[in-house]
């Protein structure tokens, strides 16, 4: 019989891994905790219209990557492919409005269908933001504060940098697509096959084409600041001088856009160069119009999200965790015995294995194998006597003592 694989672009998240994710989870939490965010928790399937008419119905998302399926009641459901669409959802669902402005914090996998490669998976994982209501640039500031006050705390201070664009607000945008038009339409000989499909409908992609003969037809067009109105232009200069006064550095990327109509103004990136291709960590920006095109309330918003996986492969630090105490019951009488005293432990806040069955030799060998601390032994003849043997399992050091005082000789090992 074959055995059983996982599909293509999983993978097990076996526990050496699971305490890298957890750090960058619990980072990312504790740090929007600080700037006074508060946790949602989305379904991970919506209704597919939620992501088709937020994401656009020509993004390679809808068209190539997105999982959808029609369930028994015969509704297109589709496993979320990212995180502020459902949110936006659910601020609409459960009209939220007279609470704004309101800051969340997310986690959680998502879901596309894409090539499986480093830092790229079908399903992975992201932790990030949102800021609504608040139409000011002071929410992009400490949204990208925020991002960058997170990337130090996983030590990454020096692995990435942030990129930052402005994308204009509704008018400069406008006036910009028609002179992007014009000048790709009398290039679209060296356009790549996908940059010339977007060119009808989705033009401001081709600005971060990978294609190399799209960057050469690129470097030379318009650009989008050119066409900015006086709101554009201050927007932007209140963004860039917020970050100053916060000492956060940035470098200016022309061609860092977001291709759907709702986004406007600032589009961020935190990029590193320790990934290959697959450089950007973390991404955001203003999307004043979504909740707008969702048949929502108009309502400003910003955010980002980053990718757990790619987070976890930059840290270069060891993961340390709590090394544990063993109980090993010695003979089948002090079995309930030592299953007593390691729950007391427990409850006491200590880590405590038990040894389970098997000959005393293979019991301490798995102890040594789970980086056990100490050991503590329980057989019939201790019990009489209510001590137990304590064994440190760095030094090979053995002594008997009391049960009752148990705890307090544990203690250095809390």
């Known amino acids: 019989m074959t055995p059983l694989k996982p599909v293509r672009g999983t993978q097990d998240i076996l526990p050496n891994e699971s305490r890298r994710y957890r750090l960058v989870e619990e980072a990312a939490f504790c740090v929007a905790d600080r700037y006074g965010f508060d946790e949602i928790t989305t379904p991970i399937f919506e209704f597919t219209e939620v992501f088709s008419r937020t994401l656009g119905d020509t993004s390679d998302i809808v068209t190539k990557e997105m999982y959808t399926f029609q369930d028994k009641g015969l509704e297109s459901i589709t496993l979320r492919p990212e995180g502020t669409a459902g949110i936006a959802r659910a601020f609409i669902s459960n009209g939220l409005q007279q609470e704004l402005p309101i800051k969340f914090f997310y986690k959680g996998p998502m879901f596309r269908y894409e090539r499986p490669q ?224 390691t729950e007391r432990l427990r409850k006491n806040g200590y880590r405590v294995d038990l040894g389970y069955s098997g000959n005393l030799k293979k019991r301490i060998k798995r102890a040594n194998e789970r980086n056990t601390i100490a050991a503590i032994f329980m057989g019939e003849s201790e019990s009489v006597r209510n001590v137990v043997k304590l064994k440190d399992m760095d030094s090979g050091d053995q002594k008997e003592i009391s049960l009752d005082s148990l705890e307090q000789q544990l203690q250095i090992y809390k």
């Not at 945008?173 to 940059?195: I, M, P, T, V």
């Not at 290959?276 to 955001?284: D, S």
């Not at 340390?320 to 105490?325: H, L, S």
């Open 118 to 341: 480093k830092g790229r998976r079908r399903q992975f994982h992201q932790v990030g933001i949102e800021i609504l209501g608040v139409a000011t640039p002071q929410a992009d500031i400490e949204a990208i504060s925020l991002a960058k006050t997170f990337l130090e705390e996983i030590g990454l201070k020096d692995n990435v940098s942030l990129e930052l664009n402005s994308l204009g607000d509704v008018a400069s945008r406008s006036a910009y697509d028609q002179k992007l038009r014009n000048y790709l339409n009398n290039h679209k000989k060296g356009l790549s096959e996908h940059s010339l499909k977007r060119l009808k409908n989705n033009p401001l992609r081709i600005l971060d084409s990978k294609d190399n003969g799209d960057k050469i037809i690129v470097a030379n067009a318009p650009k989008l600041q050119d066409s900015f109105n006086k709101n554009s232009n201050n927007f932007f200069a209140e963004l860039c001088e917020g970050l100053y006064k916060l000492g956060i550095s940035y470098e200016h990327n022309h061609n860092l856009v977001r291709g759907l109509d709702y986004y406007s103004h600032t589009a961020f990136e935190f990029t590193t160069k320790d990934l290959g291709a697959q450089g950007t960590v973390l991404a955001g920006g203003r999307y004043d119009g979504l909740i707008s095109q969702m048949g929502g309330p108009e309502t400003p918003g910003v955010g980002w999200a980053a990718g757990v996986e790619r987070l976890a492969l930059l840290l270069n630090t060891d993961i340390v965790t709590k090394r544990p105490i063993v109980v090993i019951p010695i003979g089948r009488d002090a079995e309930s015995e030592a299953l007593i005293l």
